[in-house]
């Protein structure tokens, strides 16, 4: 911060984004297995909420951002730091900084990443650069447009979101059809999975609507769309298709109790016994049924089949619902 002068009060993602993904950068090469969220936890606890298999990247970086954003409570990075709540300060100026960083460098490749990166250091030390000057650094070296990057990650909420909606088997290539369900044409990176490996992954660059590749066929497990987690996707329960089968887009279900954090990996179910009590149906037990922890836009039920001591039959309760959070609009939040 000595020698690169920024404003940290008009930029501060300039300052503190920065050096928090140099520190994701280092805490992933020298403590690759620390997770600083869950080491002090209980083994049973992580155990129990599945959380053993989360990064520290996706603990501490990811979730603070995911949560604001899910309930369009999130704020851009290009702002002023008097301007930021409370908890936003932290999850956007830090973390979703560092992971957005991290982001570009997977795109650009870290070689390339660290050229442009080390050309804004001899530029600009001792002196007192700003968001512009970085951009055209990196648009100068890399030769290419940023603009998903820096006008609309790094100046607005937009979100960013792809989805695999279908695939074919044509000779010796799949063809795979993908679609920008997001606000941000950024790039997207695909997969084949076998065996729990990522094969022949591919950066496609970003657009609109749908576009349709072809992808070498080696007989594939399945599809993924950032296997590895590069992305800043605010959804991700969307990114896998099998490659055979006849439900290629459903998951395996995952019955969790309690709950956990959202695996595209899966379809999860999550339980809980409970209890109720009311002058008809007297003492009533069961278990509870959801598929929402934490609040996010999107189809959420929840389903408590109950016992009734009372009139000796089953009993229950079911709520379903949509919700959809609004950042922009008049209307914040609308249930149906």
Not at 120 to 126: C, D, I, S
Not at 148 to 166: G, M, N, P, R, V
Not at 267 to 277: A, E, K, S
Request: charged share 25%; proline share 4%.
């Amino acid at each position: 911060y000595g020698m690169l002068g920024s404003n940290e009060r008009t930029h501060p993602w300039m300052d503190e984004g920065l050096n928090s993904h140099n520190e994701l950068r280092y805490m992933r090469q020298k403590y690759p297995e620390l997770n600083m969220f869950t080491e002090d936890l209980p083994n049973f606890i992580t155990t129990t909420l599945n959380l053993n298999k989360y990064t520290q990247k996706q603990m501490v970086g990811e979730l603070g951002y995911f949560m604001n954003a899910w309930v369009a409570k999130d704020q851009p990075i290009e702002l002023h730091s008097a301007n930021y709540t409370e908890m936003n300060y932290w999850s956007i100026v830090y973390s979703k900084t560092a992971i957005v960083f991290d982001y570009l460098m997977a795109y650009l490749g870290e070689d390339l990443y660290d050229q442009c990166m080390q050309e804004y250091f001899q530029r600009w030390k001792f002196k007192h650069p700003g968001p512009k000057d970085l951009r055209i650094i990196f648009e100068e070296i890399t030769k290419e447009d940023l603009s998903w990057f820096f006008d609309d990650i790094i100046k607005t909420t937009k979100q960013l979101d792809y989805a695999i909606t279908d695939i074919e088997k044509n000779g010796d290539e799949l063809l795979i059809t993908l679609k920008n369900k997001g606000d941000i044409e950024g790039p997207v990176i695909i997969s084949g999975i076998k065996n729990r490996k990522s094969i022949s992954p591919l950066w496609i660059n970003g657009f609109q609507g749908e576009k349709t590749i072809s992808y070498t066929n080696q007989d594939y497990d399945h599809i993924t769309i950032d296997y590895n987690g590069d992305m800043p996707e605010i959804n991700r329960n969307n990114n896998i298709i099998k490659t055979n089968g006849i439900f290629k887009k459903i998951e395996p279900l995952k019955f969790q109790v309690l709950g956990s954090l959202y695996d595209p990996e899966k379809t999860q179910i999550f339980f809980w016994p409970t209890t109720n009590y009311n002058i008809y149906n007297k003492h009533s037990f069961g278990i509870k049924f959801y598929n929402r922890v934490l609040p996010k836009s999107g189809f959420s039920y929840s389903l408590s089949p109950l016992y009734s001591s009372g009139t000796k039959d089953i009993k229950g309760e079911m709520n379903l619902k949509y919700s959809r959070y609004n950042q922009e609009g008049s209307i914040h939040r609308c249930i149906i």
